[in-house]
């Protein structure tokens, strides 16, 4: 099969079924056999006059990052999809509504602005809804009617998906949708004969894996369940909504208990309790919550209580820009909150890690006593990927817990000083093993203890404890033949799949360009990356923040300056933009 | 938007050149043309020739869609207008955009005629106008062995000369209604039927074409006279008629084509017909004439846009090739060729 | 509880029915269209006949040849909404299907006393006569000829119109106890002042029967005929013959009439020739399609200058023409082209380019062709008791403008005679619930009529109907596409959320966000001034003229705030009537 990479927009006005449609279109392309890798956007306000998109690349490889170009696009609404039209790929298709409820001037209809190689397809969504199904509300389903026939998939894939998504809202909801994308499928099978593309009909005997089309946030839920998590507290806030509602729904089912708190503090709180009881315990919030937090992550970090903290990243500071993404929380995961408080933080980079990280964290906290942060952010969360079933290794799920040697004698230290600084800890209940825990700085039994040596004793001791952290956490990933690099490309998060993409084309091109993964912001590989450094030409590090917050951090492990590309635009940054940065410093 | 907007509808020879000289003569102007089809600007003549395989698909255009945009045309390609508004000054477009113009030049052409008494029989009937249909033609013959030619047009024979060329057998239905360039008489009729017969064409003329019924996919029974035969494919070619249907609620002057005067005014300001679909009054053959072949589009187009910016040109009356069919006059120069 | 019946003789009512039934409001006669098709639908022929018989006494005539004004303004036809229902052929349809029992109305008021002579018994004077009639007037129909039904009988070829349908209905109207005398030309075999003495009033309705003459060379030769004289001959069985070329002058329906008798005769080449265009034709779509199906040609941009031949006509000299400017109305006169002469051979030329009313002996004042003059709006002549109506008074109309206006004289005999009113128009509302009618029904083609295939089998005979009619099921899908334009939707902004649910699932732009809603003198709403600022919306408002009825909007609302009212313009007898 020739290889596969195209995107498809579905853009509409909030009401049209665009997030649905572009639900449907990601799981047909998923049972297809298909990679995908979808984004969706919409408006921050609830039934708003505002623009959806959803953006969707689907191929046969590996997609790893959304592409900036769109092959498709399906408008359910050409006001809106006007603004999609300058994304288009020469000759790509456009799949619109010829039959809109009214007339319009010119200049308000998609095929007023469209290149003349541009191939429409006019199909009368509303109209053959409603002939169909009796209601126009089905359009949605109509246009991927259209869509199916126009690139040759096969009907039953997407009446597959459809009996899926609807059969629980009734019979007469999944006719009326079925219908309605029959209409579609039928009135283009006649419509377009001549012109049908087919350029997505799936391999008929290829074996395919069973794939699941997840999101960041259901991976990180899915991983906590996974992870025997017992308790949930949370405060709804975009974009970590979605692991709340995801977990009040299953964590019950598993015997567990979702809190929705009254704020983010008690959030935290209430998470550092349960630990301090001795089980697993985790709160998502973004931005403007892990503020409210920061103040009991340390005590957390002070009291040697471990957590696990997902921040979902978003567009800020303050409240921001609630429904974009961006990377602007890695000084505050990292160094925000009061005191010399070191933690661990990571960052998954795709929805595969953000199960696997999410699982791991949980270890990471119990072995380390200390709060976990799990740096996602808005795109992460919400993209849609296909993945094999992520399943978590016995290993993963081991108890991380050291806890005191019960044939120990005499007094118990709970903050004992040890080489590795982890002292082993008790949890209340058990028999002889009776502490103090305070948020004051204290000695090895834990009672209050102010002196000079002591604090700086202790400082130290945390410090050395999350130090050794680095021997759990992933180190960081290079994508190269290794040797000399003209130029490398450091990142994390979201952000790393578009800087792989970009490296990967720069290296079929032959050229000596390599990527650095790195998950474990906090503590880091220090010599590691400074080893991937000394042997390139100029580092580049793409981040979604204005002010180059990892280069901020890393920066100074490179002997000279490292070349920075800061995105403050509330979108996911598309490989081409890095591959040009890359273009532009191998010229200099 | 306060520049003159001048709207061309129909990508042919007649539309090209009109909305070219518009963008010469006129550079301020919006200039915006409009095509129903989706291809770019090809020579329809040569479509038999690509159907014969002779010449590639790149060999028929004589401009891409691309090219448009260099020179400040807006091509709408793919898009149909559907009505026109001439005391507005609008047109609608089959996605329900209304254009406002402040010039309008209609160069739709012409499309396949088949006759009423033919119509029941026209799902069983192909015709060959476009590109599009070229290419039917083509992914359909290769599976047929035998084709009929009903009508006896001047594309009819160069389809013929192509299928001829494939190795088909050819079955030609001379029909007396068919669009000859000369008034048809039986010595024509005998004419051109002894010229299809030493092709090897069995040539039918003077009988009545009973019944056509679908027998399997490839194969219609065909009862003419008192013979029975089965064809694979069936082409109808009793030429073109202006292609104006769709302004039938327009209020624009319509008999066959689009009634213009010798200077190609519809009689509304501003609003122009031109190439196929015009049908002229010329005073100075005092008749009505409409105008066919390639260069004789070209240089009607040329002259509306010209008229339109102004100009009150008469277009040129080749009388030595007026040719009468059903009362009007027809002027050609190309099919001398054939 | 039953829902209140309100009717209303509001002006703003009338125009609401004017503007939103556009059906109703076309139609001459003002026929309930909506409620005679939603009777058949509910398979209720009998009243969906009834229905169409209060307005117009010939359904089963009109549902054949009527002209059909109120298609060209169904909504159904609208630019974006595909064909308009055929609305004729349903009205046929409830013809055929009824049972076939006889719908005579008796009388309906006590007799009056007074009597009323009618002549003519064409389509405006059966109308009147039986207006009058059924109010309690004593009615006596003279016609000259020695059938009744004027051209119904003499003017429609029998391929169109059959004549059991035509006795059938002429019976009914008889039936309501009118007295008919055939045979007796008034002004001829009575005298007009006998008449005038013997009754209170009396309506002259004797049509146009005098055919328009070309003037030109050759127009008396052998094988030149009067169209009407022609379809007359052919009515009354006799069968001329024309030979194998047969060229008509003309563009009406009796044009298209005589073309289509030509080839019933034996006639192999026919043509119409046309001064203007097809496009200008008056004659509707499927006869002018039917027409050249059947083999016939038609010629236009032509003018006819002689008639050539030497003793038998050998062929016709035309010169073109050409549409000049255009009028006002969008048509244009044509002028002929000097020096553009030519000619088409022929063995029969048949002149049908109309006719005119033919004068006869009468008192009262006449203009300048010998013609009783008369007030259209009164229908009054310089002699008290003397009305004319119908093609006499008007020119050539069509059968159901020649009935409307039957019908309106004979309101104004009655009205004049006893200084009472019978009927009136009134506007009829009623609080109703949402129809069974599916918005997938919009979108059902139009159902063409069946006719005689193939179309050689229409030649053996002079008789046999080319339209054979619906079949229940044709009709009852044909029924289905009405939107019910009777039907008033209205949202209720009291209780109304602007949630904009209506909005979305709208077929077209029929609810509308406003600022501002405009009105008339009276009331009446006559548009809406749009916003698309959340701050201006002041209203959320169904477009009457833009709904299509569909129901979606109901259905969806979540507050129930969307209410359907029927609203029917229908007469009503005064209750004043004696």
């Known amino acids: 099969m020739p290889k596969v990479d195209i995107t498809i927009e579905v853009c509409g006005m909030s009401g049209d079924g665009t997030i649905a449609a572009g639900g449907l279109l990601n799981a047909a392309m998923s049972e297809a056999g298909f990679s995908v890798l979808a984004f969706d956007s919409y408006p921050a306000e609830i039934r708003g006059f505002g623009r959806c998109v959803t953006r969707s690349r689907i191929g046969n490889e590996e997609m790893l990052a959304l592409a900036e170009k769109t092959h498709v696009l399906i408008s359910l609404d050409d006001e809106q999809s006007r603004s999609r039209i300058p994304f288009l790929e020469k000759g790509a298709a456009v799949i619109f509504d010829n039959k809109p409820p009214s007339y319009v001037g010119e200049g308000h209809a998609i095929p007023a602005h469209v290149e003349p190689d541009i191939n429409l397809f006019g199909i009368p969504f509303s109209d053959l809804a409603a002939e169909a199904s009796g209601s126009t509300r089905g359009r949605n389903l109509t246009a991927l009617g259209g869509f199916a026939v126009i690139f040759g998939l096969p009907p039953e894939i997407f009446r597959h ?75 709804p806030i975009t974009p970590a909504t979605p692991i709340l509602e995801y977990l009040a729904k299953a964590l019950p089912e598993k015997g567990g208990k979702v809190l929705q708190m009254e704020d983010e503090i008690s959030s935290i709180g209430a998470v550092l309790g349960c630990y301090y009881a001795g089980q697993r315990a985790m709160t998502a919030t973004s931005g403007p919550g892990f503020a409210l937090m920061t103040e009991l992550i340390t005590h957390g970090i002070m009291a040697e209580i471990p957590a696990v903290i997902i921040d979902a990243q978003r567009g800020g500071p303050a409240t921001g820009l609630p429904t974009k993404t961006e990377q602007s929380d890695l000084h505050a995961a990292v160094f925000g909150g009061p005191g010399d408080s070191p933690r661990i933080v990571i960052a998954p980079t795709n929805v595969t890690e953000c199960y696997e990280y999410t699982v791991k964290s949980f270890q990471l906290a119990e072995k380390y006593q200390t709060p976990v942060i799990v740096l996602t952010d808005f795109f992460l969360d919400n993209r849609v990927e296909n993945v094999p079933m992520p399943q978590a290794s016995k290993e993963a799920l081991k108890d991380g817990n050291i806890y005191p040697d019960p044939s120990a004698k005499g007094p118990y230290n709970r903050f004992e000083l040890t080489e590795s600084g982890i002292s082993p800890r008790a949890v209340p209940g058990m028999e002889d093993f009776m502490f103090t825990t305070t948020g004051l700085e204290h000695s090895e039994s834990g009672g209050p203890n102010y002196t000079p040596e002591n604090h700086m004793q202790f400082s130290e001791k945390r410090h050395r404890k999350i130090q050794g952290a680095l021997e759990d956490l992933s180190i960081p990933k290079e994508f190269s033949k290794g040797g000399s690099l003209d130029v490398g490309v450091i990142s994390w998060g979201s952000t790393f799949g578009s800087a792989l993409e970009a490296v990967q084309k720069e290296q079929e091109k032959g050229l000596k360009v390599g990527a650095l993964k790195i998950t474990s912001l906090f503590p880091f590989h220090d010599e590691i990356i400074r080893g991937f450094m000394e042997r390139c030409g100029e580092v580049l590090i793409p981040e979604l923040n204005f002010q180059g917050q990892l280069a901020n951090l890393i920066g100074h492990l490179h002997r000279k300056d490292v070349v920075r590309i800061n995105q403050a635009t509330g979108k996911p940054i598309p490989a081409s933009i890095i591959l040009e940065k890359i273009e532009e410093v191998l010229k200099a | 938007m306060s520049e003159e907007h001048f709207v061309v509808i129909g990508n042919g020879p007649a539309g090209n050149q009109a909305a070219q000289t518009l963008k010469e003569k006129a550079p301020e102007a919006r200039v915006t043309l409009i095509s129903k089809e989706r291809e770019g600007y090809y020579k329809p003549c040569l479509l038999p020739e690509y159907m014969a395989g002779k010449i590639s698909e790149d060999q028929i255009y004589l401009s891409t869609v691309d090219a448009y945009k260099e020179k400040g045309i807006k091509l709408r390609s793919g898009q149909e207008v559907v009505d026109v508004k001439p005391r507005r000054r609008e047109i609608v477009l089959d996605h329900k955009e209304v254009l406002r113009f402040d010039g309008l030049i209609l160069a739709v052409g012409g499309r396949p005629r088949i006759p009423e008494p033919l119509l029941v029989f026209r799902d069983l009937m192909m015709t060959l106008k476009t590109l599009e249909d070229a290419k039917t033609w083509i992914e359909k013959i290769s599976r047929v062995d035998r084709v009929l030619i009903i009508g006896g047009d001047l594309t009819s024979l160069a389809v013929t000369k192509a299928l001829i060329a494939l190795g088909k057998e050819v079955y030609f239905m001379l029909d007396e209604n068919a669009f000859w360039p000369l008034r048809c008489n039986d010595d024509m009729f005998q004419d051109v039927s002894d010229r299809l017969s030493k092709r090897g064409v069995k040539t039918f003329y003077n009988c009545k074409l009973n019944s056509m019924a679908q027998r399997s996919e490839h194969a219609v029974e065909v009862r003419v006279g008192d013979d029975i035969f089965e064809a694979g494919l069936i082409g109808a070619f009793f030429g073109l008629v202006p292609n104006v249907g769709f ?92 | ?174 039936g309501s106890g009118i007295t008919l005398k055939t045979g007796i030309k008034v002004g001829t075999d009575v005298p007009m002042e006998d008449l005038m003495t013997g009754h209170d009033a009396v309506l002259v309705s004797t049509g146009c029967y005098e055919p328009n003459q070309l003037n030109i060379p050759g127009e008396t030769m052998p094988g030149v005929y009067s169209g009407l004289q022609f379809m007359m001959d052919i009515c009354a069985g006799q069968m001329p013959d024309l030979g194998k070329r047969v060229l008509v002058l003309g563009a009406g329906f009796t044009a298209f009439d005589c073309v289509r008798s030509a080839l019933r005769l034996g006639a192999e080449e026919v043509a119409v020739c046309l001064r203007r265009t097809e496009e200008d034709l008056t004659v509707t779509e499927d006869e002018i399609f039917e027409t050249k199906r059947e083999g016939v040609k038609i010629h236009s941009l032509m003018v006819s200058r002689r008639i050539m031949g030497n003793g038998v006509v050998e062929g016709v000299e035309f010169m073109r023409t050409r549409p000049g400017e255009l009028r006002p109305d969008g048509k244009s006169e044509v002028t002929p082209i000097e020096g553009s002469e030519f000619t088409l051979p022929t063995d029969a030329v048949i002149v049908a380019t109309g006719q005119r009313p033919q004068p006869f002996d009468t008192p009262g004042d006449k203009n300048n062709h010998g013609l009783l003059q ?36 004979a309101e104004r005999i009655a009205r004049d005679l006893t200084d009472q009113p019978f009927r009136e128009k009134v506007v009829r509302l009623e609080d109703t619930l949402i129809t069974d009618r599916q918005r997938a029904w919009d979108f059902l083609p139009r159902q063409e009529m069946p006719t005689i295939e193939p179309v050689e089998d229409r030649f053996t005979g002079m008789t046999g109907e080319v339209e054979t009619g619906y079949s229940p099921d044709l009709a009852e899908t044909e029924s289905k596409r009405c939107y019910l334009c009777y039907l008033h939707y209205e949202i209720d902004l009291n209780r109304c959320i602007y949630c904009r649910y209506c909005i979305d699932v709208a077929p077209r732009d029929c609810i509308k966000l406003v600022d501002r809603i405009e009105t008339n003198t009276s009331g009446a709403i006559t548009g809406f001034e749009e916003t698309s600022n959340w701050e201006d919306v002041n209203a959320i408002v169904i477009d009457n003229t833009r709904c299509i009825r569909c129901g979606e909007c109901m259905r969806v609302c979540p507050v129930d705030c969307i209410s359907v009212t029927r609203v029917e313009l229908t007469e009503r007898m005064n209750e004043k009537g004696i």
């Open chain 3, 1 to 174: 509880m039953p829902n209140p019946v309100i009717y209303s003789k509001e002006p703003e009512d009338f125009y609401y029915m004017d503007v939103n039934v556009p059906c109703q409001s076309a139609c001459p006669a003002l026929t309930n269209i909506p409620a005679y098709i939603r009777a058949l639908y509910e398979e209720n022929f009998g009243r969906s006949y009834e229905i169409n018989r209060m307005a117009n006494i010939f359904p089963g005539v009109l549902g054949r040849i009527c002209s059909r004004p109120c298609e060209a303004k169904c909504r159904h036809g609208e630019a974006e909404l595909g064909r308009p229902v055929n609305i004729c052929h349903i009205k046929r349809s409830a013809a055929d299907l009824r049972d076939r029992v006889s719908s005579s109305v008796k009388r309906i008021f006590s007799p009056t006393g007074k009597s009323v002579a009618v002549i003519g018994s064409g389509p405006a004077g059966l109308a009147a006569a039986h207006d009058l009639s059924t109010i309690g007037f004593s009615v006596t129909v003279f016609e000259a000829l020695d059938h009744p039904g004027g051209m119904l009988r003499y003017g429609i070829p029998e391929f169109r119109l059959p004549r059991e349908i035509l006795a059938t209905e002429i019976d009914q109207i008889l």
């Open chain 1, 161 to 235: 998906v459809i009996q899926k998504k609807f059969a629980p809202k009734g019979e007469k909801v999944l006719q009326a949708n079925l219908m309605s994308f029959d209409a579609g499928y039928n009135f283009a099978m006649t419509a377009f004969e001549d012109r049908l593309l087919k350029i997505l009909t799936p391999p008929e005997t290829e074996e395919k894996t069973e794939k699941l089309l997840l999101s960041g946030n259901v991976a990180i839920a899915q991983g906590a369940l996974d992870a025997n998590l017992k308790l949930y507290f949370g405060y």
């Open chain 3, 374 to 409: 008369a007030d259209s709006a009164s229908f009054r002549t310089s002699l008290p008791g003397l009305y004319v109506t119908g093609d006499y008074l008007t020119g050539p109309s069509t059968v159901i403008e020649a009935v409307a206006m039957g019908r309106k004289a």
């Open chain 2, 247 to 338: 302004l039938a609620r327009s209020g624009l002057p319509l008999d066959r084509g689009l009634l213009v005067n010798e200077t190609l005014n519809t009689g509304f300001e501003g609003i122009y017909a031109t190439g196929d679909c015009a049908q002229v009054f010329h005073p100075e053959i005092r008749d009505y004439w409409v105008s066919i072949g390639h260069d004789n589009a070209k240089a009607l187009g040329r002259t509306a846009a010209l008229n339109l910016l102004g100009e009150r040109r008469p277009v040129d009356v080749a009388t030595e090739s007026l040719f009468d069919v059903q009362g009007i006059k027809v002027n050609t120069s190309w099919w001398m060729e054939f």
